[in-house]
């Protein structure tokens, strides 16, 4: 932010622009020229030619962010009375009713809901349904989380939390992963991609590890405050809405075991994920010690570790 001149006084402008790419090759080529002209600084997990592959790889994929990345902000407005101090710049892909296209998995097709109402003769009228509005909203959730976790690496690297950095989501987890490094870190934020990518799948998004268990706490408590906050956009969705839409309680129930997982938020069960604990044994936890935290559970199968990061 620039410094603010005293006798200047403030505008702040509030625009919609809506751009027409006629010519989507021809820009997202210009996008990746200016991208590998810039000059990267890397990260303590990369370095500054896997930032410019990252850059190119978005704007390679989403039309939108090719125009983002080839617009000035700060070039609203050019005259010598008024200089320009701060500016942001987000772009989405519309159609032409102005509503943001889907550009993610199609989860009407993916999550198609029983509606005949049989509720004594069809086992999946009875039972709990995973729509496609629940499904788009944990996947949103997922991925935002994932890239806060993948940002909290490229910034703290092994750096133990503390209050006094500012942290993107893991000093949201529980103290006893607080020192945790970034190869750690850097596997956590994995668990969010991997429950998003059972979502894109047409798949419910269970669990594997005491990793994964977390993540889905934290995603499923944050998309339903974004949803009501208006942060996520709402699904558009080619059927009508569902009793079971964002129905995340119940979700929850059906995703996990237990929620013995939260018992290390608490300061009167330290030493918990311990298995050989006598609090850990009474209530048959297992072991949720962070090195244990990518450990499948016993009655699951393990991810292929050959699996690449996203980030």
Not at 28 to 46: H, K, L, M, N
Not at 201 to 224: I, S
Not at 263 to 268: A, E, G, K
Request: charged share 25%.
């Amino acid at each position: 932010m620039v410094e603010q001149n005293p006798a200047a006084r403030r505008i702040k402008l509030d625009m919609t622009v809506v751009v027409d790419v006629v010519d989507a090759e021809s820009l997202t080529r210009e996008a990746v020229a200016q991208i590998a002209a810039t000059e990267f600084s890397g990260g303590p997990d990369r370095t500054p030619e896997q930032e410019r592959d990252e850059y190119i790889a978005n704007v390679t994929a989403d039309l939108a962010v090719a125009v983002q990345w080839l617009t000035d902000p700060m070039a609203v407005i050019d005259h010598p009375g008024a200089e320009p101090s701060e500016a942001s710049c987000d772009a989405v892909e519309i159609d032409e009713h102005g509503f943001p296209v889907n550009t993610g998995p199609d989860f009407d097709a993916l999550f198609e809901v029983c509606r005949c109402g049989s509720d004594d003769d069809c086992d999946t009228c009875s039972g709990f349904q995973v729509t496609p509005h629940t499904a788009h909203a944990l996947h949103s959730a997922l991925t935002f989380y994932a890239d806060m976790a993948y940002d909290d690496v490229i910034d703290h690297g092994d750096d133990p939390v503390t209050d006094d950095d500012f942290w993107h989501l893991f000093d949201e987890y529980p103290r006893i992963t607080h020192r945790q490094d970034a190869i750690w870190r850097r596997q956590a934020a994995r668990a969010y991609d991997d429950l998003a990518a059972d979502l894109a799948h047409g798949d419910w998004p269970q669990p594997h590890n005491p990793a994964e268990e977390m993540a889905l706490h934290l995603a499923l408590r944050w998309a339903q405050d974004a949803l009501t906050d208006g942060i996520i956009t709402p699904y558009q969705s080619t059927g009508e809405p569902h009793p079971d839409d964002h129905d995340w309680e119940t979700l929850l129930d059906a995703l996990t075991q237990d929620t013995d997982i939260l018992d290390l938020f608490h300061p009167d069960t330290d030493g918990i994920e311990d298995p050989a604990s006598e609090q850990n044994k009474s209530i048959g936890m297992g072991d949720y010690r962070p090195a244990a935290w990518f450990t499948p559970f016993n009655n699951m199968d393990g991810r292929d570790p050959r699996r690449p990061f996203r980030r």
